[in-house]
């Protein structure tokens, strides 16, 4: 049984103002004011990407990138109550602010309307995958969306986690839910880092013991490599510290999705830079070469200031691959990228830091020269 949207107000009519039938026309803020009405789990947001992939919002991907997977992300009238420097979804984030997150509009749906798109014709998702907030009701919410989307359509289901709302039984449930994996987003690759940009220094309710704990506790659930954590490269590690956590989540059996720090208007970090491309690209390759296992962090070498100077291997056969510069995320059932995200990271205008694609000849090209 499908959840029923709820109904209109009484006296509002189906007009293009009702703010009851979720359009593209109406800004997520908008859609909050009316809480009572517009909430998870009988509404979520879908990034851009997806609501371009489904017909609800007009437009086209560059290079005829496809979005392989669906996300979806809770929403409540309160919003989160974390207050990460680089969100968009913070809770302290300047009230005057687009409304973005990830560098883009995420419009709000019913449900059923979703699962509606996803059953009445060809779309290209291979997996959806379902984001919690830090919110007293997201654990029940995320379950019930997770559970929608696992009876209704065949395409496997990730969550992506707020551990700060669960406990440690909590993760049997979302995967009887339906989930097959688990995303951990700890973003910040140091103690230090982490209470800066996400507890005590910006008045925070996350704690980095919990979320390591957390993506312990998931893969004794999920299984090896069944469970990701998302970090994201800019926050003011170096490259020598990235690398450390990458190789320490992956002897955890915990792969790494990677995101190149976009500053976010209205956030605490948005006048702060993006990392550079040839940081960028350096960690991507370490990744992957830590991710299969060619590489580990004691086996590279760094400079007095945390850049890598050796990746422990020969590197030209793996940077000739072009897989290493792709989007880091999960995988469908074929066990190929899904999670893809195109233009994620940076505006069409602005060279590619994730590929959503195998990069071709011309991308190698300027791949190469950012390396350098």
């Not at 929403?75 to 990460?84: D, P, V």
């Amino acid at each position: 049984m499908r959840i029923e949207s709820p109904r209109p107000f009484e006296g509002e009519g189906q007009g293009e103002g009702d703010v009851c039938i979720a359009k593209e026309n109406l800004s997520m803020r908008a859609m909050n004011q009316r809480a009572e009405c517009v909430e998870s789990p009988a509404f979520v947001q879908t990034s851009l990407a997806g609501a371009m992939s489904m017909g609800l919002v007009p437009g086209k991907f560059g290079r005829d990138a496809q979005c392989g997977c669906l996300n979806l992300l809770l929403t409540y009238g309160s919003g989160c109550r974390a207050s990460c420097s680089y969100c968009g979804l913070a809770h302290n984030r300047r009230r005057d602010a687009p409304d973005t997150f990830i560098r883009v509009k995420w419009p709000t749906y019913p449900l059923d309307e979703i699962l509606s798109r996803l059953h009445s014709g060809p779309h290209p998702f291979r997996r959806s995958c379902v984001s919690m907030l830090t919110h007293a009701r997201a654990l029940d919410d995320a379950c019930t969306v997770i559970h929608q989307l696992a009876l209704e359509t065949d395409i496997p289901v990730s969550g992506l986690l707020s551990p700060t709302v669960m406990k440690q039984a909590d993760l049997a449930r979302i995967k009887d839910a339906g989930a097959d994996r688990v995303g951990i987003a700890v973003d910040a690759v140091t103690p230090e880092l982490f209470d800066k940009h996400r507890a005590g220094g910006v008045g925070g309710p996350h704690r980095w013991e919990v979320f390591l704990d957390s993506l312990e506790h998931a893969v004794g659930v999920f299984g090896p490599s069944m469970v990701g954590v998302h970090l994201i490269v800019g926050l003011g590690e170096t490259e020598e510290q990235m690398a450390f956590f990458i190789d320490r989540a992956n002897k955890m059996k915990v792969l790494t999705h990677l995101f190149s720090f976009f500053p976010e208007a209205g956030s605490v970090l948005e006048a702060h830079p993006q990392p550079s491309l040839k940081q960028y690209r350096h960690i991507q390759l370490a990744r992957y070469l830590i991710n299969e296992n060619i590489t580990t962090y004691d086996d590279m070498r760094f400079s007095p200031s945390g850049e890598v100077t050796d990746f422990g291997v020969d590197i030209e056969p793996y940077i000739a691959l072009g897989m290493p510069f792709m989007t880091s995320g999960c995988p469908g059932t074929d066990g190929k990228l899904a999670c893809n995200r195109p233009f994620g990271n940076e505006r069409a205008s602005e060279p590619m830091r994730n590929y959503p694609f195998i990069p071709n000849e011309e991308d190698m090209a300027i791949i190469r020269s950012q390396l350098r």
